[in-house]
T-cell receptor, first 113, second 115 residues
């Protein structure tokens, strides 16, 4: 499978814990995006990487959130001190060019108890 | 403030008939539009796109129409098939010539194609 891969698919955690999600993009794509989707809403932009450089962060990305893409390959999204409002599907996508067709992974569903 | 609006949460269509999904936008800077389809437990998949320099784009059974003056676009599926049953998201991007990278999505329309 050469699509976008996300891990874990599901994560249940208690409020106040830290969680980390990983995304492996399509190998020839140098652009990588994180989106968040809550029930009944469309995906909302969180952050964008071109190679290893994080070029844009949404105001939705509070200081408890941090994303990295070391060496311009896989990316991680960490949420510190999780809150119940962080419960959502976290989607990773990659593309060859912007704002062209994004290839999304299946998402990582976070539930904060 | 919803900059991309899909006012119909759901739509039911008979198999073989036309499905028309609508999308309105408020940001006049949007110049590139896309439709994505999403099945349960999967990520969205790209369907079709259109640049603001065009008013129509076709790909097989799927056609997207753009009316810039009305800030309105629509997706037509002809003929509709049961496998088309999914949630459809409209998305838009601004200033694509400057390398814009952020897509703004609508809330989606759930299409049900009845056999």
């Amino acid at each position: 499978d050469t699509g976008v891969s996300q891990d874990p698919r599901h994560k249940i955690t208690k409020r106040g814990q830290n969680v980390t999600f990983r995304c492996d993009p399509i190998s020839e794509h140098n652009r990588l995006y994180w989106y968040r989707q809550t029930l009944g809403q469309g995906p909302e932009f969180l952050t964008y990487f071109q190679n290893e450089a994080q070029l844009e962060k949404s105001r939705l990305l509070s200081d408890r959130f941090s994303a990295e893409r070391p060496k311009g390959s896989f990316s991680t999204l960490e949420i510190q001190r999780t809150e119940q409002g962080d419960s959502a599907m976290y989607l990773c996508a990659s593309s060859r060019w912007s704002p062209g067709e994004l290839f999304f992974g299946e998402g990582s569903r976070l539930t904060v108890l | 403030d919803q900059q991309v609006k899909q006012n119909s949460p759901s739509l039911s269509v008979q198999e073989g008939r036309i499905s028309i999904l609508n999308c309105d936008y408020t940001n006049s800077m949007f110049d590139y539009f896309l439709w994505y389809k999403k099945y349960p437990a999967e990520g969205p998949t790209f369907l079709i796109s259109i640049s603001s320099i065009k008013d129509k784009n076709e790909d097989g059974r799927f056609t997207v129409f753009l009316n810039k003056s009305a800030k309105h676009l629509s997706l037509h599926i002809v003929p509709s098939q049961p496998g088309d049953s999914a949630v459809y998201f409209c998305a838009a991007s601004a200033n694509s010539g400057a390398g814009s990278y952020q897509l703004t999505f609508g809330k989606g329309t759930k299409l049900s194609v009845i056999p």
